[in-house]
């Protein structure tokens, strides 16, 4: 509800709907790229996840990423001087799971595909890729596992600039894997970033910037602030994946110049665009 110019009261009454993961026996959330926006997210993640085992769920986390520690980027990541030169990825690992008593899994390469498809995996296990990735590569990787995935694998895409950024959730590539209730409102689950948002597959263009975000930040080009904002928002989402098994929205934008946040909530209208447009492109 909200004011109009003329000062009347004006009523959205579109319908909106609640994506449910279906039946679930296991998770296994996978988080690619443990950067500026993934190694703020992997603390909120190692919390969920020891939340979730209170509760009685079975929840596994695997960290990917090639990359070491650096000088650059003490400050602006999660890592602290001691750790410069270990890789990413298997520093966190460490850490967390001494401070939680977890089994995070870490892996010091680039993402493949077979690290989230290599072996069978049951209908009631439900997987959540979560892509901080800044390149356009590894994000066709990620779209080609939730096709693979058949609806059964998540695909969580968190990408900033210098103050804005946005998060993308889905799991379906096709309209006819989609269904829904049009009665309680339930729908089967949501379209992949990569159908709501294309150009997240696509090359950047030639005048974007070739450095890293530890580059920009230290150049003063991107906000410090942004990376924490990105991962508290994607914390979020994989809060209500994990705990209530469902999504209530498909994407949000942020900016912090001046600070707003948006999200799109799911409705059929929506769903449809986002499908019909990928299909045309396709």
């Not at 994506?19 to 296991?26: H, M, N, V």
């Not at 926006?37 to 939340?51: F, P």
């Not at 210098?162 to 959730?169: A, K, L």
Request: proline residues 5%.
């Amino acid at each position: 509800m909200q004011l109009n110019n003329g000062d009347t009261i004006a009523v959205d009454f579109t319908p909106t709907y609640r994506a449910l993961l279906g039946e679930t026996e296991k998770m296994e959330l996978y988080l690619v790229g443990t950067g500026g926006t993934g190694s703020a997210l992997a603390d909120a993640l190692a919390r969920i996840l020891y939340h979730a085992r209170q509760k009685g769920k079975v929840v596994n986390l695997t960290m990917i990423d090639p990359d070491v520690v650096e000088e650059k980027n003490i400050g602006r990541q999660r890592f602290c001087q001691a750790e410069v030169g270990w890789p990413k990825s298997s520093s966190l690992a460490l850490r967390l799971n001494a401070a939680f008593g977890l089994d995070i899994r870490a892996i010091p390469k680039p993402f493949a595909l077979d690290m989230v498809i290599g072996r069978y995996s049951a209908s009631t296990t439900k997987k959540l890729v979560i892509g901080c990735v800044d390149h356009f590569l590894p994000r066709q990787e990620l779209a080609k596992a939730v096709e693979v995935g058949n609806g059964h694998l998540w695909w969580l895409d968190v990408g900033n600039a210098y103050h804005n950024g946005n998060v993308f959730i889905g799991n379906h590539i096709y309209a006819k894997q989609w269904q829904a209730d049009d009665v309680l409102r339930l729908c089967s689950g949501l379209p992949s970033p990569a159908v709501q948002n294309p150009a997240l597959c696509l090359p950047d263009p030639p005048a974007a910037s070739s450095l890293s975000c530890a580059d920009l930040t230290l150049r003063e080009e991107q906000s410090l602030m942004i990376n924490t904002v990105m991962a508290a928002i994607a914390a979020n989402y994989c809060y209500q994946w994990v705990l209530h098994e469902e999504i209530t929205s498909m994407s949000t934008a942020v900016t912090l110049d001046p600070p707003t946040m948006t999200s799109q909530q799911i409705t059929h209208e929506l769903i449809s665009a986002a499908f019909d447009r990928y299909q045309e492109e396709e």
